[in-house]
């Protein structure tokens, strides 16, 4: 069962959904990502240049 | 002083004896333990050598049953069958376990195959004893000696089955990394968002592509099992460079569903691609995983 763990974006008007985490560069989408693919042991994948989304694949 | 000529005055004793005898040798001959490690050593051996006696014991005492006319003694080949269908899922269950603690898991189709052939090299090391026992109660010790070496080359011929080589072309493909898609040649593999993740996938993935051989090879290249089997013979083999807890680096294996191709994307320690399609070509086909549509009862349209 997938189920997206948390979305990392850049673009504010995203505001659908229950993790949002904005951020305010390219290095800090990257960063962010990195830490909650770790932690949630969930893939990062990218969807939008600015946006990342984590799924766990289960 | 143990009388020798007493054996060979007791044919039955002595077909027995020699059964049990190339039974053993059959049994220790196809439990090779490879790169694999299964079974695992010493403990798994002892486990089936111990069952190898067993099964060679039955083989054997079933001739003498049948030239005393004693066939319900015969029925107790039954016992054998229900003993060793045991056995299968001795090692099902046992493998089950075992993959949940793996990096890169057997999957259930591989694991089923290797119960599968557990069984049925019992049988065949029945079937070894049954016919040297027989031939020595028959003819002689030498012609029962000779039939036991016959009946060990049919068991070697019966165990080998095929390989990926006789069912796929497999060649190296060239991992592409295009913003965050994974390319292996043209297929597309998965999407990775992480910059890190991207740059170890440029650096230390290999890409293999398995073309088929026809239309019966793609259904075995399609089934998900085969593909599990094939990645998990590959990782054993080069390393898996990966960890718990990096869902992004595990090894893919995507189908062109045009044309029927697979795509393999490792993620290894060890990036000898030469090793890595050799070690592919020699992956078991899985029974299981074999299909025929070419085969059926059906004609095509005008």
């Known amino acids: 069962m997938k189920r997206i763990m948390a979305v990392v974006t850049q673009n504010k008007s995203v505001v659908n959904g229950k993790y949002i985490f904005y951020t305010n560069s390219e290095e800090e989408l990257q960063q962010i990502s990195f830490t909650l693919e770790k932690i949630l042991d969930a893939t990062a994948h990218q969807i939008s240049d600015d946006t990342i989304m984590l799924v766990d694949h289960g | 002083m143990f009388q020798f000529d007493y054996l060979f005055e007791e044919r039955y004793t002595l077909g027995i004896i020699i059964g049990i005898i190339f039974g053993l040798v059959a ?41 005393e006319q004693d066939y319900t003694a015969v ?5 054998a069958a229900q003993q060793f269908r045991d056995v299968r899922s001795m090692e099902r269950e046992t493998l089950t376990k075992i993959d949940s603690s793996e990096l890169v898991p057997r999957g259930s189709t591989y694991i089923e195959g290797i119960a599968l052939v557990f069984e049925g090299r019992n049988y065949l090391v029945i079937f070894t004893s049954f016919f040297t026992a027989l031939f020595v109660v028959l003819f002689s010790f030498w012609v029962g000696i000779l039939a036991g070496i016959v009946t060990i080359i049919i068991s070697a011929m019966l165990k080998t089955g095929k390989t990926i080589s006789h069912v796929a072309d ?7 990394v295009e913003k965050s898609n994974v390319y292996v040649d043209d297929i597309y593999m998965m999407n990775v968002g992480l910059k890190v993740n991207q740059d170890l996938i440029k650096q230390h993935a290999i890409g293999i592509v398995l073309v088929p ?22 990782s054993t083999v080069l390393g898996a460079y990966r960890d718990s807890g990096e869902p992004a680096l595990i090894p893919m294996a995507k189908l062109d569903i045009n044309d029927g ?42």
Not at chain 2, 75 to 79: D, G, M, P, Q, S
Request: charged share 15%; hydrophobic share 45%; net charge positive.
């Open chain 2, 261 to 302: 191709r697979l795509g393999i994307l490792l993620v290894v320690k060890d990036c000898n691609i030469d090793k890595a399609v050799q070690m592919v070509k020699n992956v078991p086909l899985l029974e299981s995983s074999v299909r025929m549509p070419s085969e059926a009862p059906v004609k095509g349209g005008e």
């Open chain 2, 27 to 67: 049994r220790l001959y196809m439990l090779q333990t490879d790169y694999r490690q299964y079974p695992t050593y010493p403990h798994g051996i002892i486990v089936h050598m111990s069952l190898g006696v067993i099964a060679a014991g039955l083989g054997s005492v079933a001739i003498p049953a049948l030239f």
């Open chain 2, 213 to 234: 051989k026809n239309k019966n090879s793609a259904a075995s290249l399609s089934n998900l099992g085969q593909r599990k089997a094939i990645l998990h013979d590959l």
């Open chain 2, 170 to 176: 497999v060649y190296a493909g060239k991992v592409n």
């Open chain 2, 75 to 79: 029925t107790f080949l039954a016992l």
